[in-house]
């Protein structure tokens, strides 16, 4: 009974791993154009997990059609990172807009959580977010 509990675990395990990658569309009616000084923040810690990484690549795919919009990632547990991280309150990971003239920010945490692994969704709430800040 054992083995065979040990074998099904071992095979979903492997059969998690190999799923296909999907083609996504991308597109959002918009007109990508982000404002000067905004930037998106990601805050993450040393230990990076699955879903901290899926959020990066989320991102980067989401603001490629816009020019000229940073990205920043930023490692909380870096001393060199800590005024920075309070600010905006991060200790793990945190996903953000800024615009470090004004001040303004907004926090897309739960955003980036719940939809890290719905890649449409993902990209154009991001692609949304952004052109409403």
């Known amino acids: ?11 979903t ?11 996504v569309d ?3 009616t918009s007109e990508f154009k982000s404002k000067a000084g905004m930037e998106v923040i990601q805050f993450h810690s040393e230990h990076r997990c699955q879903t901290c ?4 690549e989320q991102v980067l795919t989401a ?11 930023v490692n909380v547990d870096d001393s060199a990172n800590e005024d920075f991280s309070k ?3 991060a200790s ?14 907004v926090e897309l ?6 939809n890290a692994f719905e890649d449409e969704k993902f990209i154009k709430g991001l692609q949304k977010e952004i052109d409403q800040f």
């Open 1 to 11: 009974m054992y083995k065979l509990v040990l074998l099904l675990l071992i095979a």
């Open 13 to 23: 395990f492997f059969s998690c791993k190999n799923t296909p990658e999907q083609k």
């Open 26 to 28: 991308t597109t959002y």
């Open 53 to 56: 990484v899926k959020i990066e």
């Open 63 to 73: 603001i490629k059609p816009y020019e000229n919009l940073p990205f920043k990632l």
């Open 87 to 89: 600010i905006f309150e």
């Open 92 to 105: 793990g990971t945190a996903l953000f807009l800024y615009d470090a003239a004004s001040g303004k920010k």
């Open 109 to 114: 945490t739960d955003f980036a959580f719940m």
